[in-house]
Nanobody, 115 residues
């Protein structure tokens, strides 16, 4: 099982920025699709962004133009740069690693955006 450890969450005012990072164990990272998902209180877990091993990205409509996902295969890390944050972005953010036969999650990091 791959271990995923998120960091970088916190409290920020609306309009501010945060940068989330996820460190993954194991060499499988290099071939995996990495993603960030979020779950607001009482809601389901939703896709935020994904990035393939080749660097192709996909974003939820709600974050396009504000969030940027990137990865460093040499360091086994994936980051999510979040700009122009709004209170609607408040949620627990989870890192996800997906490859055939594997679908692992981190424990999550809380992001709170105050108005």
């Amino acid at each position: 099982q791959v271990q995923l450890v998120e960091s970088g969450g916190g409290l920020v005012q609306a309009g501010g920025s945060l940068r989330l990072s996820c460190a993954a164990s194991g060499s499988i990272f290099r071939i995996a699709v990495m993603g960030w998902y979020r779950q607001a209180s009482g809601n389901q877990r939703d896709l935020v962004a994904t990035i393939t091993s080749g660097g192709s990205t996909n974003y939820a409509d709600s974050v396009k133009g504000r969030f940027t996902i990137s990865r460093d295969n040499a360091r086994n890390t994936v980051t999510l740069q979040m700009n122009s944050l709004t209170p609607e972005d408040t949620a627990v953010y989870y890192c996800n690693l997906r490859v055939v036969g594997v679908n692992d999650w981190g424990r999550g990091t809380q992001v709170t955006v105050s108005s």
